[in-house]
């Protein structure tokens, strides 16, 4: 399969990977992608470049630090500008004057940092990203704060608890919420599986609908499981943004 090409740019200062599918959809749909803890982007990964390439797929990956993706100011990321700032104010009107790639076109996707990230911008902003999806995300970060550890989360948190106040789960609106959202888990993944299950938990209970996987498994929180789903993830993106094409 001939594959587009990936490139960094620079958008508002910050360093984005970008993928241009070498076939792409006529409508120009797109993936933005949050990277995890670690800042492992999907750049040339071959795994999800075949993927990406075989829907047509763009695919936008900003690089956050380890900013978890929120509306906190993280020094490592940025002194002045939340990463929330910037995603909305910064990147997605440059996609859009430069690439012609825009909401609701643009799925939110993310694995880790970056699932809880995408959970939780797309909770907030639910009509730009209708689509979602989380991989492995770390819902419960606020786990990490407080345990001398020397994370970006202590300068942006006083305390756990204020960290969970502004986690996903409690940022769910009962009457605003993104209309397809996908979760998955490998259910070896200790330290993050029970907080999909949470979320997953309130979700049924509030009536908001969902897709999840927490049954397919390959390692635990690694990138064997990540792009072992990768399929099913993409498959799942293209197949939400084309029917949100036709509620246009």
């Known amino acids: 399969m001939t594959t587009g090409v990936w490139k960094q740019i620079q958008i508002a200062g910050k360093t984005v990977d970008l993928y241009e599918p070498a076939r792409p959809h006529a409508d120009r749909r797109a993936a933005l992608h949050l990277h995890g803890h670690g ?9 999800y470049t075949a993927e990406l390439e075989k829907h047509g797929l763009w695919c936008i990956c900003p690089h956050g630090a ?4 929120g509306k906190r100011i993280c020094s490592e990321f940025d002194p002045t500008l ?37 959970l939780r911008l797309s909770y907030w902003y639910p009509r730009i990203f209708p689509v979602v999806v989380g991989i492995a995300p770390a819902v419960d970060y606020y786990r990490w704060v407080g345990q001398g550890l020397g994370l970006p ?3 942006m948190y006083a305390t756990a608890e204020s960290a969970r106040q502004e986690s996903a789960t409690l940022e769910l609106h009962p009457l605003n919420w993104p209309r ?15 907080s999909s299950e949470r979320l997953i ?19 635990g929180h690694c990138w064997e499981y990540f792009n072992q789903v990768a399929p099913q993830v993409m498959k799942y993106v293209a197949e939400k943004l084309e029917e949100e094409a036709h509620r246009l």
């Open 201 to 219: 938990s309130k979700l049924r209970s509030m009536g908001i609908p969902y897709e999840s996987d927490l049954q397919t498994s390959n390692g």
């Open 180 to 194: 397809n959202q996908y979760i998955l888990c490998d259910p070896a993944d200790t330290e993050w599986i029970d």
């Open 39 to 47: 800042g492992t982007t999907l750049y040339e990964n071959p795994v």
């Open 82 to 118: 939340s990463p929330v700032s910037y995603l909305i104010d910064h990147l997605l009107p440059t996609l859009k004057s430069d690439y012609a790639l825009e909401s609701p076109r643009i799925a939110l996707t993310g694995i880790s940092m970056g699932g809880q990230g995408a």
């Open 153 to 155: 989360l202590d300068e």
């Open 66 to 69: 380890r900013s978890w993706w």
